[in-house]
């Protein structure tokens, strides 16, 4: 006899949920236990940026950010010296690349006006209150660390 | 407390979540398992971030589930084309046919209780072909809809729902055949 399928659905439903809940093996536990322990015990710098200790995920990023920013000075400086061979290697240049190379330009420099306005002013100010701010997390975690729980376990 | 002994607790409180899970989308108790031990390993990786989290049952529940459909979609034939085919002797996750994994089931029928019709009603969940137990584990026990089955698996709603609809029909026959005259 062909049940309805909403009534199927109900049917099955109610009988699965009834199942109780398989039980893990006595196995599993030490099993995972065990390859918890075996597991390398990798460098800090070996594993994934996001399993990196906090402050070096700070370290890390502010390098980056004076890596991109020391760049960006870099090419402005050479600017003048691109310009230079540009014309040495192509003295009459065609209209559309000249006007790509403006474009191009007035992208870079109001990127920099950008920066410079809004950015640059904050950079300093932001990088010590981060910097602060973690050492100081840092600092009390560790003598939160020694002093309420090493305490309590001395008691 | 240690960060071994937190640990420690966490795999005693979760670990029968996390393998009855496995052991319904695999169908095979050894490969849960090793699922299992995947899940905790990953668990442990994270765990700094996730061990005190009320979400955890649910994170738990999530990649316990990528990492059975990894492993089905890895190291057996691609399922969909075993739906497509949809073969009369379609294997279930401990090698054996459907009607096979019935047989054995129910071989000792006449002495079953309450208990033991649920345990053949889990045998005959675990010995669906894998195109028919993934979804209805999905569906029952995960509770996703079919838009979100078919999403996950990377088939049609259609598919999803004709195979939820084989796999019910499949089971019906073990609490059929447990309520029927004998």
Same mark, same amino acid.
């Given at each position: ?18 199942l ?15 390859? !918890? ?22 370290a ?39 006007q ?16 410079? !306005? ?9 990088? !010590?209150?981060?910097? !602060? ?7 009390f ?15 | 407390?240690?960060? /071994? ?9 979760? @670990? ?18 090793? /699922?299992? @031990? ?21 994170? &738990? ?19 969909? &084309?075993f ?5 009369a ?28 019709? @649920? ?18 584990v ?11 089955i ?7 709603l /259609? ?10 029909? /499949? ?12």
């Amino acid at each position: 006899m062909t049940m309805d399928p909403a009534d199927l659905e109900r049917l099955i439903g109610d009988a699965l949920k009834a199942l109780p809940t398989p039980a893990a093996p006595p196995t599993l536990f030490s099993r995972v236990m065990a390859a !918890v322990e075996a597991r390398p015990a990798a460098p800090w710098y070996a594993r994934p940026w996001m399993a990196w200790p906090r402050i070096w995920q700070a370290a890390s990023a502010s390098v980056l950010l004076v890596v991109v920013v020391g760049l960006a000075r870099v090419w402005s400086l050479t600017e003048v010296v691109r310009h230079t061979l540009v014309r040495q290697l192509m003295p009459s240049p065609p209209d559309w690349m000249v006007q790509a190379v403006d474009a191009g330009t007035a992208v870079v420099e109001a990127a920099r006006i950008g920066w410079r !306005v809004i950015a640059e002013p904050m950079l300093i100010p932001v990088t !010590v209150f981060l910097c !602060v701010m973690t050492a100081a997390c840092v600092l009390f975690a560790a003598a939160l660390n020694r002093v309420a729980l090493g305490g309590a376990s001395e008691s | 407390m240690t960060d /071994a002994d937190r640990f420690e607790a966490f795999v005693r409180e979760f @670990q029968d979540m996390v393998f009855a899970t496995a052991v319904r989308l695999l169908g095979n108790r050894a490969e849960a398992e090793d /699922a299992a @031990q995947t899940v905790f390993l990953k668990a442990f990786e994270r765990f700094h971030d996730i061990g005190a989290s009320p979400t955890v049952p649910g994170w &738990l529940k999530t990649v316990t589930t990528n990492v059975c459909l990894n492993h089905l979609s890895r190291y057996r034939s691609r399922w969909r &084309l075993f739906s497509e085919m949809d073969r009369a002797d379609d294997k279930g996750g401990d090698g054996r046919t459907f009607e096979a994994g019935i047989a054995a089931a129910g071989s000792h029928a006449s002495d079953l209780e309450a208990a033991d019709e @649920q345990q053949r009603l889990e045998r005959a969940l675990r010995a669906l072909p894998d195109h028919q137990r993934v979804p209805l584990v999905l569906f029952h026990f995960e509770d996703r809809s079919y838009q979100e089955i078919a999403d996950t698996l990377g088939v049609s709603l /259609a598919k999803v729902k004709t195979d939820i609809f084989r796999g019910r029909e /499949a089971l019906k026959q073990v609490l059929t055949d447990d309520d029927g005259p004998r």
